[in-house]
């Protein structure tokens, strides 16, 4: 029996739904006014962010690998493993880290973290962090970088 709390499943749900490819109902679990990172992201907004996040990493995958929730608030820490395979139709997702560079072919494996408010069953709001320096690094876009506490000459 799970003890998660009712906006620790819609958030999980979230992340079922866009690994199964649901991008549809992963967006309908947002707030019409739902904000996203500060911006407005109801209206459709958050279909298009998720649709084009799937056009970029077609196998996408989001697997919690912890979830804690106090009342309408909800932290999450996510993997998130995809293949580049093609450039984002929208620069800015993906904090615009991908913009203009072509589809690489190769698989990325990243830590995220995303912290929800969830009211009425739906999420209101929601802050993503993201390693977008080492999914650069790991599609090649940027050198490897060096080890925390080595020093080279």
Do not use: C, K
């Not at 947002?30 to 056009?55: C, M, S």
């Not at 069953?121 to 390693?131: K, L, Q």
């Amino acid at each position: 029996m799970s003890t998660e709390d009712a906006a620790a499943r819609v958030v999980r749900q979230l992340f079922e739904y866009q690994s199964t490819g649901r991008h549809a109902d992963a967006a309908a679990l947002f707030a019409d006014d739902a904000i996203n990172n500060g911006r407005p992201a109801g209206g459709g907004r958050v279909a298009g962010i998720l649709a084009t996040l799937a056009e970029v990493f077609p196998d996408e995958r989001h697997d919690v690998e912890e979830i804690v929730s106090d009342g309408e608030l909800v932290a999450a820490w996510v993997r998130f493993t995809g293949t580049h395979s093609a450039m984002p139709s929208v620069p800015f997702v993906l904090g615009g880290v991908l913009a203009g560079v072509p589809p690489t072919g190769r698989s990325v494996s990243v830590a995220d973290h995303h912290f929800f408010r969830v009211a009425n069953g739906r999420v209101a709001e929601h802050w993503g962090v993201r390693e977008d320096l080492e999914m650069a690094r790991q599609l090649g876009i940027l050198p490897p970088g060096r080890e925390a506490g080595v020093v080279t000459t």
